[in-house]
């Protein structure tokens, strides 16, 4: 993984609104860390992508230790650091295999906390 892969603990995202019945991906640039940490991140944008039909965007977040941590949203990333987010973007339109993720491209930082209340609220919803 060109990151840190892996989930935001309680968050949801149903199959009945369009999600993959997961909590919601996030992928930390920074220096990696062991399985199972959690880190603190400031996101930076989301990956919208479809993984066989069902909606399985990916959170793009800088994390605290990160060396890049002036970058603040996925314009600056590729303004700073030119040709990152084409790296993140084909390795997750290629990393189960071919024609399985489809990429619908970038969303904002703004687009990126809307859907993270989404799935902070499906997981309030789905516990009760």
Known sequence: ?????????QTYLSRENGGDGDPLDVLVIGP???????????VIGILLLR??????????AIGENSPIQDV??????DTNY????????TWFSNYKGPG??????????DTALFILD????????SKH
């Open 32 to 42: 990696a860390v062991e399985r199972e940490s959690i880190l603190a991140c400031e």
């Open 1 to 9: 993984y060109p990151g840190n892969y892996g989930m935001i603990p």
């Open 51 to 60: 993984d066989r039909g069902e909606q399985d965007d990916k959170l793009i």
């Open 72 to 77: 603040h949203s996925i314009e600056e990333l």
């Open 100 to 109: 399985k993720m489809e990429s619908l491209g970038w969303g904002s930082r």
């Open 118 to 125: 989404k799935a902070r609220v499906e997981y309030q919803i």
């Open 82 to 89: 030119f040709g990152a987010s084409a790296i993140i973007e």
